[in-house]
């Protein structure tokens, strides 16, 4: 079997190579997708797509880079500056694992003679009948499946996450002992896009617009100051926000058509239900009246709930116990213990 791994440049996909070139023919490849021009992205990718050569010659296994600049700008950074537009909050690595890692990379690798893909991700792909069901990792704390709910049956089927079976300090302990050049090297936190962080600044700079100051509003609909642009907040926060009410007040919502962002008490953030579109079902045709665990944030724990699902492409998820900010534009992901059900993106809170 011919296997090509994404590889990063970090210890995770390293040591997914090396797990890799002892079942498989394999050969890396690191994904060149975003830099803006600027000297310390472009040197930040250099020295990523080294240490990945580096990697990848001390594995004897070949390396290449593919440029995949323009379809990330298309699919992933141009969707993310739409959605904050809107007042969304989008989840650029979704869209990134959908399109470019799952998509564009595997579509590569068939065009090029592999089998399959292999990437350091955190999860475990499991062989059912004829299904391909995507699972937590064993490793709970570094799982990723949430980020994965997206892919398809069809990916699934040619794609291999041996680091599933694994602890992060078994990955670096094999590094060390292989002796790799990146086995101590720090995980990456940031959008890779935004690598300050600053994302509000990212959308002013990209699109060439400052977002205008608005009205904050309580939930009659009384002024009581005012917000310095609608893409700047998210739901369900507290610090930043400039005003001095004399008690905590949060982001309960927030229109970009009129710019204006609703504050509140936290009692209010807390929803029944929450509608979820464009659902990807991984586990099955139809949910409907089943008992899951939905999870709305990468890193919070999954709750009870029951799946109503309407239709083939939209579930309301009833949580046993009302789950705090829903916040449209991120990712609801329902599992059956370790089993990745589907997910999708959430529309809507429900009281």
Same mark, same amino acid.
Not at 311 to 319: Q, R
Not at 321 to 350: E, H, M, W
């Given at each position: 079997?011919?296997? /090509?791994?994404?590889?990063?440049?970090?210890?995770?996909?390293?040591?997914?190579?090396?797990?890799?070139?002892?079942?498989?023919?394999?050969?890396?490849?690191?994904?060149?997708?975003?830099? %803006? %021009?600027?000297?310390?992205?472009?040197?930040?990718?250099?020295?990523?797509?080294?240490?990945?050569?580096?990697?990848?010659?001390?594995?004897?296994?070949?390396?290449?880079?593919?440029?995949?600049?323009?379809?990330?700008?298309?699919?992933?950074i141009k969707h993310?500056?739409?959605?904050?537009?809107?007042?969304?909050?989008?989840?650029?690595?979704?869209?990134?694992?959908?399109?470019?890692?799952?998509?564009?990379?595997?579509?590569?690798?068939?065009?090029?003679?592999?089998?399959?893909?292999?990437?350091?991700?955190?999860?475990?792909?499991?062989?059912?009948?004829?299904?391909?069901?995507?699972?937590?990792?064993?490793?709970?704390?570094?799982?990723?499946?949430?980020?994965?709910?997206? /892919?398809?049956?069809?990916?699934?089927?040619?794609?291999?996450?041996?680091?599933?079976?694994?602890?992060?300090?078994?990955?670096?302990?094999?590094?060390?002992?292989?002796?790799?050049?990146?086995?101590?090297?720090?995980?990456?936190?940031?959008?890779?896009?935004?690598?300050?962080?600053?994302?509000?600044?990212?959308i002013e700079n990209?699109?060439?617009?400052?977002?205008?100051?608005?009205?904050?509003?309580?939930?009659?609909?009384?002024?009581?100051?005012?917000?310095?642009?609608?893409?700047?907040?998210?739901?369900?926060?507290?610090?930043? /926000?400039?005003?001095?009410?004399?008690?905590?007040?949060?982001?309960?919502?927030?229109?970009?058509?009129?710019?204006?962002?609703?504050?509140?008490?936290?009692?209010h953030l807390f929803?029944?239900?929450?509608?979820?579109?464009?659902?990807?079902?991984?586990?099955?045709?139809?949910?409907?009246?089943?008992?899951?665990?939905?999870?709305?944030?990468?890193?919070?724990?999954?709750?009870?709930?029951?799946?109503?699902?309407?239709?083939?492409?939209?579930?309301?998820?009833?949580?046993?116990?009302?789950?705090?900010?829903?916040?449209?534009?991120?990712?609801?992901?329902?599992?059956?213990?370790?089993?990745?059900?589907?997910?999708?993106?959430?529309?809507?809170?429900?009281?």
């Amino acid at each position: 079997m011919k296997t /090509l791994v994404g590889m990063s440049g970090g210890v995770d996909s390293a040591v997914t190579a090396y797990l890799i070139s002892k079942e498989c023919d394999a050969a890396g490849i690191t994904l060149q997708l975003y830099d %803006g %021009g600027r000297p310390d992205l472009i040197e930040k990718f250099d020295r990523e797509a080294h240490d990945a050569s580096d990697v990848c010659e001390r594995l004897g296994i070949v390396h290449s880079v593919l440029d995949l600049k323009n379809q990330f700008n298309d699919l992933v950074i141009k969707h993310f500056i739409d959605e904050y537009i809107a007042g969304r909050t989008p989840n650029p690595c979704i869209q990134c694992n959908i399109h470019i890692k799952f998509g564009l990379m595997l579509d590569y690798a068939v065009e090029h003679g592999f089998d399959s893909i292999a990437t350091g991700h955190y999860a475990r792909v499991e062989r059912c009948g004829d299904k391909y069901l995507l699972k937590k990792a064993k490793d709970e704390t570094k799982d990723q499946s949430y980020v994965l709910y997206g /892919l398809t049956g069809a990916q699934l089927s040619k794609t291999i996450l041996p680091l599933g079976d694994y602890t992060k300090a078994q990955a670096r302990a094999i590094a060390e002992e292989l002796n790799l050049c990146v086995a101590r090297k720090s995980d990456s936190q940031d959008i890779c896009f935004v690598p300050d962080g600053d994302y509000a600044a990212f959308i002013e700079n990209s699109i060439g617009k400052v977002f205008a100051a608005g009205d904050y509003l309580d939930l009659d609909g009384k002024v009581l100051g005012r917000h310095k642009g609608v893409i700047h907040y998210t739901i369900g926060q507290r610090k930043g /926000l400039g005003i001095a009410l004399g008690h905590h007040a949060f982001v309960l919502d927030k229109n970009a058509a009129t710019n204006q962002i609703i504050l509140g008490d936290e009692e209010h953030l807390f929803y029944k239900k929450v509608e979820v579109a464009d659902v990807n079902l991984t586990a099955g045709e139809s949910l409907d009246g089943i008992h899951a665990a939905g999870k709305l944030r990468y890193r919070h724990r999954e709750q009870p709930c029951i799946i109503h699902q309407s239709d083939h492409n939209s579930v309301i998820l009833e949580f046993d116990t009302p789950v705090r900010a829903p916040s449209a534009g991120q990712a609801a992901v329902f599992y059956d213990g370790d089993t990745v059900l589907g997910g999708g993106t959430i529309v809507k809170g429900i009281k």
